[in-house]
């Protein structure tokens, strides 16, 4: 069950940060390596080098949020990138812990296509209710999703053994 939950939770993030739910994943595998992912396609998101471009890019999304340009999240390319994500993601870390692809790609497209249109509604309507502008209530999103992140796979500690 905790995997499912945490597949799920992968999704959610990949709705609220897109790049976030990669750049988590890619980090737990780099701290707990697996065979199980030895020939699988997403062997590349288990290197130090990949996890840290992932970190990069989940940190400049962090900054692009804010950006008045940036499109709504809803929008079908947008929707489609945070559901595509949170499946690989998904598909990677249900591989990871011997679930099989297809549970995983199905988890968390699932939660990512949920969490983005759930996240986006509640941002919208915190901005209207409260007194603060919209990048204040996109940081708010922001330290969701850091916590988050840090305590579904918590990679936050040392190394797995």
Do not use: C
Not at 26 to 37: A, G, I, M, Q
Not at 49 to 57: D, M, N, Q, R, Y
Not at 106 to 134: C, H, K, Q
């Amino acid at each position: 069950m905790k995997t499912y939950l945490q597949l799920a939770g992968v999704g959610f993030i990949a709705g609220m940060r897109s790049m976030s739910a990669p750049a988590l994943v890619s980090e737990y595998l780099t701290r707990k390596p697996t065979k199980e992912l030895k020939h699988a396609p997403f062997r590349w998101l288990d290197s130090h080098t990949v996890a840290t471009a992932l970190k990069l890019a989940a940190a400049g999304e962090l900054i692009g949020d804010k950006m008045p340009f940036t499109p709504d999240r809803i929008e079908s390319y947008s929707l489609l990138g945070r559901v595509m994500m949170g499946a690989v993601s998904g598909a990677a870390l249900s591989a990871a812990k011997g679930k099989g692809y297809t549970v995983g790609t199905v988890i968390g497209g699932l939660g990512a296509f949920t969490s983005t249109f759930v996240a986006y509604y509640l941002r919208r309507e915190a901005g209207r209710r409260l007194p603060v502008p919209d990048p204040v209530v996109g940081g708010v999103e922001d330290v969701l999703v850091l916590g988050s992140s840090l305590g579904l796979l918590n990679v936050n500690g040392a190394p797995h053994k």
